[in-house]
């Protein structure tokens, strides 16, 4: 199947301070990405849906001054928690779909598990 | 509003037997349906999927089976091994036009015993 990264994989940072995980589809081009957060022993929420040279759409309840999405090429999508609280603390997991006819199968990065402090 | 539901948090199955995972939907417009496994500090991996055209699809030990009348769907494992130990989501998605969002389940975990 198709291969997603994400970069770093779990990041510590101060209250107040920004941080950016990177999301890359390494075999295939993605002009759809989607931010995923996960709660412990939940299931997973869809923060936002990134569309490569255009806007995110953001889910009901997500601040999009907070959570900024940038998909500036069809293989790498960011995702920076600006100002970031502890309650920010989460993993936060990104996917691609890749295009296939009558496919909607999504493929999944690791992961990335931010603790805010 | 939980679209999709796993009634079922835990299961607990011993090797070489029969894993079987329900998930329920209340949205009629979903059409495509998926299961995923996660590991604990993992990503989710993509198992198998199944079109509403479709009652079941078989890829090896994973099978789906979907009943649209009831809004139900299933995953069967057979042989379960203690490997196959993780949570297994269900998710759902609607037609094109819906941009391809996921709806997941609340996860079910499963536990394989040797």
């Known amino acids: 199947g198709a291969v997603v990264s994400q970069h770093p994989s779990w990041v510590i940072c101060k209250s107040g301070t920004s941080v950016k995980i990177e999301c890359r589809s390494l075999?295939?081009?993605?002009?759809?990405m989607f931010w995923y957060r996960q709660f412990p022993k939940q299931s997973l929420m869809l923060m936002a849906t990134?569309?490569?040279?255009?806007?995110?759409?953001?889910e009901q309840g997500v601040e999009k001054d907070k959570f900024l999405i940038n998909h500036a090429s069809l293989t790498l999508s960011t995702l920076t928690v600006t100002s970031a609280h502890p309650e920010d603390s989460s993993f936060y997991i990104c996917?691609?779909?890749?295009?296939?006819?009558?496919?909607?199968?999504?493929?999944f990065g690791p992961g990335t598990r931010l603790t805010v402090t | 509003d939980q679209q999709v539901k796993q009634n079922s948090p835990s299961l607990s199955v011993q090797e070489g037997r029969i894993s079987i995972l329900n998930c329920d939907y209340t949205n009629s417009m979903f059409d495509y349906f998926l299961w995923y496994k996660k590991y604990p500090a993992e990503g989710p991996t993509f198992l198998i999927s199944?079109?509403?055209?479709?009652d079941k699809n078989e890829d090896g030990r994973f099978t789906v089976f979907l009943n649209k009348s009831a809004k139900h769907l299933s995953l069967h494992i057979v042989p379960s091994q203690p490997g196959d130990s993780a949570v297994y989501f269900c998710a759902a998605s609607g037609t094109e036009t819906s941009g391809s969002r996921l709806t997941f389940g609340e996860g079910t975990q499963l536990t394989v015993n040797p």
């Open positions: 996917s691609a779909r890749e295009p296939s006819p009558g496919g909607y199968e999504q493929y």
């Open positions: 075999d295939f081009q993605a002009t759809t």
């Open positions: 990134s569309n490569e040279g255009s806007k995110a759409t953001y």
């Open positions: 199944i079109s509403s055209i479709k």
